[in-house]
């Protein structure tokens, strides 16, 4: 009788929300039955995996995550559009990364049928997806719509994790917010879409995240390995993104409250070594890949120096010097909102325009949840930990002068903390829905 009705919620929960995805199985069930193509057979068997699978997982999430059953809702609605961006980007041309790691894949994915193991393996960057990949098609068969897909759903994974320590960070803060911007933000929902580095970014980074937020509650088991899994994802794709992290984590620790007793100042220096310890490792390493022999500021401004002199490309634009306060100010408009409108000459650069200006008119609106924030950031080590990782990579992405590029970074990389700070200030407690969870 308990597993009937346990069922029968079930079956209630995702009847409507999941009917466009279960039609979806239905035309992959068909696709199978009468395609004689062998990369549309595999596509069709692992749509229709992922979305049976994904029944049981976002209900399960649903059950337990603040606001169940609006996010239930809109984690049907993300992966529709996710797909709807994938393929989007299929027909616009906006797979050229994508397409290099699928030929490099196949590749590799026939080595390994052979025995031979990829001579990538053990690099950092780039030539992690080209394993991945290779790997994907070794296990599930070569298909670039059906793994292309399965990057899709990590993406959004990510965006879970996100959502997920956002409400453990912040139980108090505007969660119907911060859902609506981290799975439905366009270019998030765009550059997280396919086969490549962003949608494995994004998943790695929700999960250190997560870690993160739950041990600013306590320490724990868990979130140590959701922290250590996700950050050691992120090292091994964009090594100077981990730095980034693991420097405003280190941060956040420090103003961590201990309740030890006499006990608290051992604790902590014991903490900060380990943390320290952390950052310097994923630092050097993270150095190494971007092809700094030190970490000094001088380098590091040099090496950005570099880089900025290095920019060129249809949408190549002049950087600021961040190496002043005035510098640093005016880089901040340019990583979060450019390219002005009087600054696009392409269809691309046009769209991403207007996303700066909706993203500039949100900051309006959302200026007293900012201010808050940063008020906060001295005694909360999870708003430290945001307001640093934001600062931080507005300082070292100002080395790129490319709007193309940058796009791509921010929406991966960025905004999911950045909207933090939007979605930072809640409701009123008398208007606070009942129970915390919008059932």
């Known amino acids: 009788m308990h597993g009937g009705s346990a069922l029968g919620r079930l079956q209630r929960s995702v009847d409507l929300k999941a009917a466009p995805f279960l039609v979806a199985v239905a035309l992959a069930i068909a696709v199978v039955l009468v395609s004689n193509d062998q990369e549309t057979l595999l596509a069709g068997v692992i749509v229709s995996a992922l979305v049976l699978f994904s029944l049981v997982l976002f209900w399960s999430v649903s059950r337990v995550a603040p606001e169940g059953r609006v996010l239930l809702g809109i984690l049907w609605l993300s992966f529709a559009l996710k797909i709807g961006a994938l393929v989007f980007r299929y027909y616009s041309g906006l797979l050229r990364d994508a397409w290099a790691y699928d030929a490099r894949g196949r590749f590799i994915a026939g080595g390994l049928a052979r025995g031979v193991w990829p001579e990538e393996f053990g690099r950092l960057g780039s030539d992690v997806v ?15 719509n059906g793994v292309s897909v399965i990057w899709v759903w990590l993406g959004l994974l990510g965006m879970l994790f996100f959502y997920l320590a956002f409400c453990s960070a912040f139980p108090r803060s505007d969660r119907r917010l911060y859902m609506v911007l981290v799975f439905l933000y366009p270019s998030m929902l765009l550059w997280t879409s396919s086969l490549g580095k962003d949608a494995l970014v994004i998943f790695a980074m929700g999960m250190a ?46 103003v961590r409250p201990i309740r030890a007793g006499l006990l608290a100042p051992a604790l902590r220096l014991l903490g900060v070594l380990a943390v320290a310890g952390l950052a310097a490792l994923t630092m050097r390493t993270a150095s190494g890949y971007v092809g700094l022999e030190e970490l000094g500021t001088q380098a590091v401004l040099q090496n950005i120096e570099e880089r900025q002199e290095a920019a060129r490309g249809g949408s190549a634009f002049e950087q600021v010097d961040v190496s002043t306060p005035g510098g640093f100010a005016m880089a901040i408009p340019t990583i979060l ?51 640093v990782y934001v600062a931080l990579f507005i300082f070292f992405f100002s080395a790129i002068g490319n709007f193309g590029i940058l796009a791509r970074q921010r929406a991966s990389q960025l905004f999911p903390f950045l909207f933090m700070l939007v979605a930072y200030a809640g409701l009123p407690r008398e208007r606070e829905p009942a129970g915390g969870r919008g059932r």
């Open 130 to 144: 080209r394993v991945l990949t290779g790997f994907a098609y070794y296990t599930f068969g070569v298909t670039f």
């Open 209 to 254: 995240a997560y870690g993160a937020a739950r041990l600013q509650r306590r320490v724990e088991v868990i979130g140590v390995w959701w922290l250590l899994a996700g950050l050691g994802g992120v090292l091994v794709i964009r090594p100077h993104v981990a730095a980034i992290f693991a420097v405003a984590f280190g941060a956040s620790m420090l």
């Open 337 to 387: 909102i450019r390219p002005f409108p009087w600054e696009a000459h392409n269809l691309g650069a046009m769209v991403a325009s207007l996303e700066g200006m909706l993203l500039l008119g949100l900051i309006v609106w959302r200026r007293r949840s900012m201010v808050e924030a940063l008020r906060a950031a001295w005694r909360d080590g999870y708003v430290l930990h945001v307001v």
